[in-house]
């Protein structure tokens, strides 16, 4: 499993990070059928389907938590996990 201090990092980081919204928007429907929307860049939303699918390719399905925070912070999120070869965990405190 990835270490959870690299997770926590990069949410830590996230929360202080004021985002600017974008032309593209995306809602997110999570298991509790909450909705969230998300706006965001164009380079924002192409760094977010790049790191997605590299994720994919190497590990499957993306665990269902990623999916609550901003699309910028899921790319870093999968490069991480890429680059250092360990799936996310599949579940996270909050």
């Not at 270490?3 to 996230?14: G, N």
């Not at 909705?35 to 993306?62: D, H, N, P, T």
Request: glycine share 6%; net charge negative; proline share 4%.
């Amino acid at each position: 499993m990835m270490p959870i201090e690299k997770i926590q990092q990069v949410l830590d980081d996230a929360a202080g990070v004021t985002l600017s919204g974008g032309s593209f928007k995306e809602t997110v429907i999570l298991e509790s059928k909450q909705q969230i929307m998300f706006e965001f860049a164009l380079a924002s939303g192409l760094a977010w389907y790049s790191s997605k699918s590299s994720y994919q390719v190497r590990f499957g399905i993306l665990p269902d938590w990623v999916l609550s925070i901003h699309p910028i912070h899921r790319a870093t999120l999968c490069k991480l996990s890429v680059d250092i070869d360990q799936e996310l965990p599949s579940v996270i405190d909050n």
